[in-house]
């Protein structure tokens, strides 16, 4: 037993598993116990004792209520081919020989084992004669009857132990013995290796978010300028953010330098656009009069052709003529009818550069609102992640303080049972089969990195 005198090596010297079936003694404290690198949490000098908030005592097996998962053994005296185990199934049925299935919903392995040998009082069974070829017919009587449990139902322990799970069942087995079987008390199971360590990594990670944070900021606020809106409201002013001045000014230089070139790029392609609608009007003219040109041009040719058909009909010009006179009025039309289709794809052309100026703007506009969006999302992410590490530091700052210190907080111990609320109870209480047992390791509380 530890009481208030045990020395720290004395107390080390027991381990954690035979510290977890100790009793508590007067302001008794958790220590840390290190062992191939994991920390451990016992019991030593210090700590107050639990109130009991629930008195449990343990029940005689016989007036355990039977469950699923309960496994009787059954047994016929002078009857060996009648023995066998008996699960109880998901619907509270065993299976027994002679008289099948029985319901044990609400039931104690006393009260089955009466309605047993009701059933099988004075049955006949005809059981084979050992080395012959014979059978002899024989009665059972009640007190041939044998029912006891085989195996029970586990019992679960979970949270800070060392080895959480389902633990094999005992009668009169208590959270102790359970605890001292998953290994003893261990709030580190799952958080950490090492919270000096760890501390460093979280820190890290947090002044990383918050850099994270200061950028997505100034993104935001840029990208407003370029917007020509009010600049984003956000959580946190400059002036708040834990960042050094120093990079929050190189951060705004950036967004600054990428604004002077976002705009001078699409100062550029607007300008692109406007030396290439001057190019277009300029076609436009010089098509417009090369078609004006040649269309006067095909219409004289064609006259030309019908006074030279009009000789050639009255006799006094050779066929070479007219033919001559066709050809050049044919060539003109041509002509005449390209320069129109050159004439008709610039204007479309210019058409095309004229909505890709309007366009600029709003595709711009556009993008720009897509890029808004995106850091808007980006920024309540980084504050969600933000305020996680805050908690694992605030965390990990109390296991430092109580790992340095040699001090931790008491446990609780929730028990849950089937068809009742769970009820907080000391590490004397009685387990029944089935039982779940929550343990949790209580910190002290130390100063955490304030979340803007």
């Known amino acids: 037993m530890l009481d208030g005198r045990a020395s720290d090596e004395g107390t080390r010297g027991r381990g954690v598993a035979g510290l977890a079936m100790a009793r508590w003694p007067a302001a008794s404290v958790l220590r840390p ?10 019991l030593g000098p210090g700590a107050s004792l639990l109130v009991l908030l629930m008195s449990m005592t343990a029940l005689p097996a016989e007036e355990l209520e039977l469950a699923p998962g309960d496994v009787l053994e059954f047994s016929v005296a002078g009857a060996p081919d009648l023995e066998r185990k008996v699960p109880i199934d998901m619907d509270g049925m065993a299976s027994f020989p002679l008289v099948g299935d029985i319901p044990t919903k609400a ?29 002899s017919l024989d009665v059972i009587w009640p007190d041939q009857v044998a029912l006891t449990y085989a195996e029970y139902r586990p019992v679960y322990i979970n949270g ?44 890290g990670s947090y002044e990383a978010a918050w850099i994270d944070y200061a950028r997505e900021q100034a993104r935001l606020q840029r990208l407003d300028s370029e917007l020509g809106s009010e600049p984003a409201r956000t959580a946190s002013g400059a002036s708040d953010l834990p960042v050094s001045p120093k990079l929050l000014g190189e951060i705004r230089s950036a967004e600054a330098a990428f604004k002077t070139a976002d705009d001078g790029n699409v100062a550029k392609e607007r300008d692109h656009i406007r030396e290439m609608l001057t190019a277009a009007d300029a076609d436009i003219r010089s098509l417009t009069k090369r ?13 030309e052709y019908s006074r030279i058909n009009g000789l050639y009909t009255a ?18 039309a041509t002509q005449a009818l390209q320069s129109q289709v050159e004439l008709e794809r610039a204007v479309k052309d210019r058409e095309i550069l004229r909505r890709s100026s309007v366009a ?9 609102l897509k890029d808004k969006q995106a850091a808007q999302v980006k920024l309540a992410d980084i504050r969600t992640k933000i305020t996680a590490t805050a908690e694992k530091m605030l965390y990990v700052g109390a296991l430092k303080t109580q ?12 028990l849950f049972r089937r068809g009742e609320p769970g009820r907080k109870v000391d590490e004397d209480a009685a387990l029944q089969p089935g039982d779940v047992v929550e343990v949790a390791l209580k910190v002290e509380a130390t100063d955490a990195p304030v979340v803007h």
């Not at 269309?295 to 040719?301: E, L």
Request: net charge positive.
């Open 291 to 303: 078609r004006d040109t040649e269309m006067s041009g095909s219409t004289y040719d064609e006259a």
């Open 107 to 135: 039931r104690t392995l006393a009260q089955l084992r009466t309605d047993v040998r009701s059933l099988l009082s004075q049955k006949q069974y005809r059981q084979h004669v050992a080395g012959s070829a014979r059978s």
């Open 33 to 42: 116990l290190r062992r191939s690198g994991r920390s451990r949490w016992f």
């Open 315 to 332: 006799g006094t010009l050779p066929m070479n003529r007219v033919a001559e006179a066709r050809r050049v009025e044919l060539l003109s």
């Open 160 to 203: 800070d132990v060392a080895k959480p799970g389902e633990q094999k069942f005992k009668p009169g087995m208590t959270i102790r013995q359970a605890l001292s079987l998953a290994g003893g008390y261990d709030i580190l199971r799952f958080r950490m290796d090492n919270p000096f360590l760890d501390a460093a990594d979280l820190r």
């Open 360 to 368: 600029l703007d709003d595709d711009r506009r556009m993008s720009l």
């Open 403 to 414: 790992l340095a210190r040699g001090t931790g907080g008491r446990p609780d111990l929730v």
